[in-house]
């Protein structure tokens, strides 16, 4: 089993920054971040997945966020930057200890409570 918990969520305006971050209570294979906005189905923001820490971004967020992990520490961070009134989602914290692509949500066990971000224009 793994614990997942968010913090970082919060209220900005277009164009701010947020770090979301997640603890996890082991270290696992891969950990991602998805959102849900009101309405719409949970989606893929980003991964880091293994050792080598390989990334993975969906598209609309690319160039504006990051993501990294602390394996010592067992978290992960997402740094959303130039946020936009679009990005206004629960964002919630996966983890796997499966080689699946780390795009699917399906592929991940474990899952976090989420945290809200909502950003006004």
């Known amino acids: 089993q793994v614990q997942l918990v968010e913090s970082g969520g919060g209220q900005v305006q277009a164009g701010a920054s947020l770090r979301l971050s997640c603890a996890a209570s082991?270290?696992?294979?891969?950990l991602g971040w998805f959102r849900q906005a009101p309405g719409k189905e949970r989606e893929f923001v980003a991964s880091?997945?293994?050792?080598?820490?390989?990334?993975s971004f969906a598209n609309s967020v690319k160039g504006r966020f990051t993501i990294s992990r602390d394996n010592a520490k067992n978290t992960v961070s997402l740094q959303m930057n130039s946020l936009k009134p679009e990005d206004t989602a629960v964002y919630y914290c996966?983890?796997?200890?499966?080689?699946?692509?780390?795009?699917?949500?399906?592929?991940?066990?474990?899952w976090g409570q989420g945290t809200q971000v909502t950003v006004s224009s």
């Open positions: 880091i997945r293994g050792s080598a820490g390989i990334t």
């Open positions: 082991r270290r696992t294979f891969s």
């Open positions: 996966a983890a796997t200890d499966n080689w699946l692509p780390s795009e699917n949500q399906k592929n991940y066990g474990y």
